[in-house]
């Protein structure tokens, strides 16, 4: 019997992956979608798993979607899986974003700044109504007038910087070896660094409603966006058998600082406070959630009250991967035969014994 359950069990499984691949597929009279066309018209949903994935693969990103069917989350799952297959050569020296070639800059706090505003591309400024003219196949856009800038121009936070009004980031004097959450636990209470590392894969869905709880009052943050910035930043390893940085590729980021009001403490005096963000890719909702959250948790060392999830540490970052949550939430469907019945026979006794109790 055994036996019998085991190939049983075999064979609807095969056949459970081939009905699979047949609906992945869609009706065969249909034109197969491509990576190549997921990956270029796509952009986001590619650029959101290369996040969260903690890969920077565009083609394989777009591979992983096409093969999860679409699921977001599945795709992520893909490229972590396919992430840790990978060989480690170097460490990248850290980005320096000041000379980001700029797509897309804005300033909340500030209506002139050095450079000024470039709203690239984004959906602020359009009526969110179905345009039923993309149904029409081989659509050509009209051509844009403006392209990528080759300047760079400095951070809108120097300007308080300048002027001590904002919190100054301490500099680091001796080079330390970067945490890698990938490598290495995630221990509690958790340094800054670890967090952010945290939050730049973390679930965008869950950041996002943890940065709406803090506006919402369960946090007292009452922000500002300092400056979002999204463009193309060099990526230059250092090897030390070379002795000299060498430039590896160009990669696209997204960069959001936080401006917070900060009344102060017996240490500190009143100033405005940062939350940071930083994400691959055109990732604009997801580092703005990553900035809130990010400040909300600076709440402790900043000694402030800690009263709201948001600014609860550990509960954020045990709870922000959506690999691991997701997991854990499916792990559910399978067999607990087992274990349910053990508890539905302490239901019958618990039943049985208030039965004879009773009058």
């Known amino acids: 019997m055994p036996y019998v359950a085991v190939k049983g069990g075999e064979q609807a499984i095969e056949n459970a992956e081939k009905l699979l691949h047949s609906r992945r597929r869609g009706d065969i009279n249909i034109t197969e979608i491509t990576s190549e066309q997921i990956e270029q018209q796509l952009t986001l949903a590619v650029e959101r798993v290369m996040c969260e994935g903690s890969l920077y693969d565009r083609e394989l990103a777009a591979l992983a979607i096409k093969q999860s069917w679409g699921d977001l989350v599945e795709a992520i799952f893909l490229v972590r899986a396919y992430r840790t297959t990978l060989a480690r050569f170097y460490y990248t020296q850290p980005l320096n974003t000041s000379t980001m070639q700029i797509e897309r800059r804005i300033s909340s706090i500030f209506k002139d700044i050095p450079g000024g505003q470039n709203l690239g591309p984004t959906f602020d400024y359009i009526h969110r109504l179905l345009d039923f003219k993309l149904l029409a196949e081989n659509q050509v856009p009209p051509p844009s007038e403006t392209s990528v800038s080759q300047e760079s121009f400095p951070l809108v936070m120097e300007i308080l910087d300048k002027e001590g009004l904002i919190q100054s980031e301490p500099r680091v004097t001796t080079p330390q070896p970067p945490f890698d959450l990938?490598?290495?636990?995630?221990?509690?209470?958790?340094?800054?660094?670890?967090?952010?590392?945290?939050?730049?894969?973390?679930?965008?869905?869950?950041?996002?409603?943890?940065?709406?709880?803090?506006?919402?009052?369960?946090?007292?943050?009452?922000?500002?966006?300092?400056?979002?910035?999204?463009?193309?930043?060099?990526?230059?390893?250092?090897p030390e058998e070379l002795g000299f940085e060498v430039s590896v590729t160009d990669i696209t980021i997204t960069e959001v600082q936080m401006v917070n009001q900060f009344k102060g403490s017996k240490h500190l005096p009143p100033q405005f406070t940062r939350g940071y963000g930083l994400t691959f890719g055109y990732n604009e909702r997801k580092a703005m959630s990553m900035a809130l959250v990010d400040r909300a948790m600076r709440a402790s060392e900043l000694g402030e009250s800690v009263d709201s999830p948001a600014q609860n540490i550990e509960f954020v970052l045990s709870h922000s991967d959506n690999v691991e949550a997701q997991g854990f939430v499916q792990h559910l469907k399978l067999p607990h035969y087992i274990d349910f019945q053990a508890e539905l026979n302490l239901i019958r006794q618990m039943r049985q014994k208030s039965q004879d109790l009773s009058p």
């Not at 940065?211 to 390893?237: C, D, L, W």
């Open 182 to 238: 990938t490598r290495q636990p995630l221990n509690f209470p958790a340094n800054r660094d670890a967090r952010l590392q945290n939050l730049a894969r973390a679930d965008e869905g869950f950041l996002l409603s943890l940065a709406y709880s803090t506006q919402r009052g369960y946090g007292k943050n009452h922000p500002f966006a300092g400056e979002i910035r999204m463009g193309e930043v060099e990526v230059i390893i250092f």
